[in-house]
């Protein structure tokens, strides 16, 4: 359990906080960018880790990220007029260009200091596989690169990218995220429901057994550069094997689903905090060595996996107003949840624990050990740094979040490190470059 401290001090992100200053030195997504797809386009409302900001693409196609206020009188820039590479406030028309300077002052005599001095807070971005992407940490020219995920590498035709609000703190979510364990129960058939039987050792219905019988995982951990790999380890029908499911987590809010065996799609997400009870997850799909099939992109938009399905507004459909749309007959006699959706489960019980969990009443057991390792790893940096100005490394190393997850069968007698290398060919899981 953590106490009372250290438990604000891994949940909040304001600005003025430890953990807000931390994330801040990442570059962190702040919009999908069919959501600003068209130049001198409606601007859009963002809020991350506090701050309400205004996103808009120029006529240049440059995309700015500004405070939503203007300057003069805190009139919303949201509700400005999107023109001639600027942003215009309605109310006496300052116009402010991607880099927040003041480019007219309509009201202002010529000459007077204001046409010089005159700015609005702004953040650099980039676009990086589909995702608009912000860096919110100290000014400078010497910016660290966007995070080199491998799903931004491959082409458009090979990836899907949504994003969908959760309603509660962004460490339940990763949480969740790194507890293989959970699978065994939340996701689970009726347990008077029998399984399809199926020899080949990377049939999913095989797997899916293998967990129900196996709930407690031997877990392994692995740092890396920029984090670590987690591996649960399950009995399987053959005592010479284990079944392996890999998680990937990369600092600050980055996981991966452990499931895909090779030639399948790989699934990862990014949390970032929009206030200190709620957050953005932002999921991708990707397969390095073909196009996403037709019925792939069409079971993502009914939602699957970590996809939840979403409403325009990037809300789950089946949410917390109306109780996920559990269905208790169908709890009784098909799903252990009653909730359609793997998604939909995970955010069921991360919500439920809260808006912010209190960790200081917690019971952690031996299958917590990833969350364990997360919590130490984010706040013994977060620490450093506010404490001792020590700036993370992660940042710096773009390449290295290059990473697969993906679960594989291996003999009994390897440990993590042997079957990253039989599975991957590397012994963390890093993609090649």
């Known amino acids: ?219 392994d951990l692995l740092d890396h550069e920029v984090g670590f790999v987690a591996g649960g380890a399950r009995a399987t029908d053959d005592d010479d094997t284990l079944y392996w499911r890999m998680t990937q987590f990369m600092l600050p809010a980055h996981g991966t689903g452990p499931a895909t065996v090779p030639g399948e799609t790989y699934y990862g997400m990014t949390l970032v905090p929009t206030t200190d009870e709620g957050c953005w997850m932002y999921c991708y799909a990707w397969n390095p060595e073909r196009d996403l099939l037709a019925w792939e992109l069409e079971k993502f938009k009914e939602g699957h996996g970590i996809i939840a399905e979403i409403d325009d507004d990037y809300m789950p459909v089946r949410n917390r107003a109306n109780d996920y749309g559990i269905d208790r007959g169908v709890q009784q006699t098909q799903t252990y949840t009653g909730i359609k959706g793997t998604a939909e489960q995970d955010i069921m019980i991360q919500q439920s624990q809260g808006l912010v969990v209190d960790r200081t009443a917690e019971t952690l057991t031996a299958t917590d050990a990833a969350i364990v390792r997360f919590r130490r790893l984010v706040m013994g940096q977060a620490e450093a740094l506010a404490r001792d100005g020590v700036e993370p490394a992660a940042p710096r190393a773009h390449e290295a979040y290059r990473t697969r997850p993906g679960s594989w069968v291996a003999s009994a007698d390897k440990e993590l490190e042997a079957v990253l290398e039989e599975r991957f060919g590397h012994p963390r899981g890093h993609v090649p470059g």
């Open 1 to 219: 359990m953590l106490t009372r401290e250290q438990n604000d001090l891994l949940t909040r992100t304001g600005a003025d906080t430890a953990m807000g200053q931390y994330f801040r030195r990442f570059w962190q997504p702040v919009a999908l960018a069919e959501e600003l797809s068209v130049p001198d386009g409606p601007p859009i409302r963002v809020q991350v880790m506090g701050e309400a900001l205004v996103a808009f693409r120029d006529s240049e196609g440059r995309i700015g990220l500004l405070e939503d206020r203007c300057p003069h009188r805190g009139a919303a820039l949201f509700y400005g007029r999107n023109e001639d590479c600027g942003l215009r406030c309605v109310y006496h028309g300052w116009k402010f260009d991607v880099t927040g300077k003041a480019v007219d002052l309509p009201n202002v005599p010529p000459g007077a200091r204001h046409h010089d001095t005159v700015r609005v807070q702004a953040y650099p971005t980039r676009e990086y596989g589909d995702i608009v992407w912000a860096y919110m940490g100290p000014e400078g020219e010497d910016l660290p690169e966007v995070p080199g995920l491998e799903f931004g590498l491959v082409s458009g035709p090979r990836r899907y990218v949504m994003k969908q609000r959760l309603e509660c703190n962004w460490v339940q979510a990763m949480e969740g995220d790194l507890d293989t364990s959970h699978f065994s129960f939340l996701h689970m058939p009726a347990p008077s429901l029998e399984t399809v039987e199926n020899k080949d050792v990377n049939s999913p219905n095989r797997h899916l057994e293998w967990m129900r019988r196996d709930g407690r995982p031997k877990f």
